[in-house]
């Protein structure tokens, strides 16, 4: 590799793989559930379901939450760490999307540990949680690594503050 910027892709890319052993792939994000209700019918109604989940839920809660653990994580400041765990966790309108987010994040934690550069004392830490979310453990990697969290979120510029 010849530059930072290689390396930080290839490493959100590692993060984001769907071979990335954690079991995203086996979740829909409650579009099963859009779909039995009828409001998922076809490809039209599909996309407005997605930008919908993207508007209304990533951009607006999910992001911003996102970045304020990459800042924890970054400053060591565990009790803020715990305290927006603990949000997003209650953010989850079902036990099932609450199941999935714990689920995840357990298993990328166990995954951390055997992958180079991730803060030993953030390891620690991840350890003592009861629950830990995706988005937590995504963080820690992201702080680990010394990522841009505007990389993290997947686009060319942050979308919150």
Known sequence: MTSDNERDLVRLLQLASPVLP??????SQGLEAAVEAGIVQDQESALAWIIDLLTYSSATMEAP???RLIDSWRSGNFVTVQHWNDLFLASRETAELRAETVQMGFSLARLLKELDG??????MYLNKFG???????FACA????NLPPAAALWC??????
Request: net charge negative; glycine share 6%.
């Open 131 to 137: 629950e830990v979310s995706f988005p937590t453990v």
């Open 118 to 123: 991730i803060d030993p004392e953030a390891l």
């Open 142 to 145: 992201v702080a680990s690594w």
């Open 22 to 27: 954690v079991g995203a792939f086996s979740y």
């Open 156 to 161: 060319r510029r942050p979308i919150c503050g």
């Open 65 to 67: 939450v996102l970045l």
